[in-house]
């Protein structure tokens, strides 16, 4: 069974840019869901959704890494799951852009259908992965 979601993408823009993305609250909410607060090490923030299936709308998160503008990592956990789960984003330039690759695991203990939670979130993370792609693509046109 897979026991990690791993995605990895190219942006077209610096790593710079890129992390704006992943820590100001205003840019989160454009790409993922509606932020509380812009992530700080240490603090927790949530996500908000319109809630669906038995999931009430609420990830709540807390960071536990941050190493500007290269590396963040934080929990990740909700009504469904019951247990936390780690993400960890890393941006590396590459070719005048920035690779950026998610890691999401710490499945082993979740509650439910782990296969089903897996699959659920690694289509997700797919989705506004690629709505980061192309908000980064329309800024740089």
């Known amino acids: 069974m897979m026991t990690r979601v791993t995605k990895e993408v190219s942006l077209k823009a610096p790593v710079e840019a890129v992390w704006q993305y992943l820590t100001e609250r205003e840019k989160i909410s454009k790409w993922l869901l509606a932020i509380s607060t812009s992530p700080n090490l240490g603090e927790e923030f949530k996500l908000t959704a319109p809630p669906k299936g ?71 993370w797919s989705d506004h992965l690629k709505i980061l792609q192309q908000i980064l693509r329309r800024q740089e046109d």
């Open 54 to 124: 038995g999931w009430d709308g609420t990830i709540k998160c807390r960071v536990l890494e941050m190493e500007a503008p290269h590396k963040i990592a934080f929990t990740w956990n909700h009504n469904l799951l019951a247990h936390d789960t780690l993400v960890t984003i890393t941006l590396k330039s590459e070719n005048g852009g920035t690779r950026l690759r998610l890691v999401h695991e710490g499945w082993d203990e979740v509650s439910g259908d782990v296969r089903k939670h897996i699959a659920d979130h690694s289509g997700g």
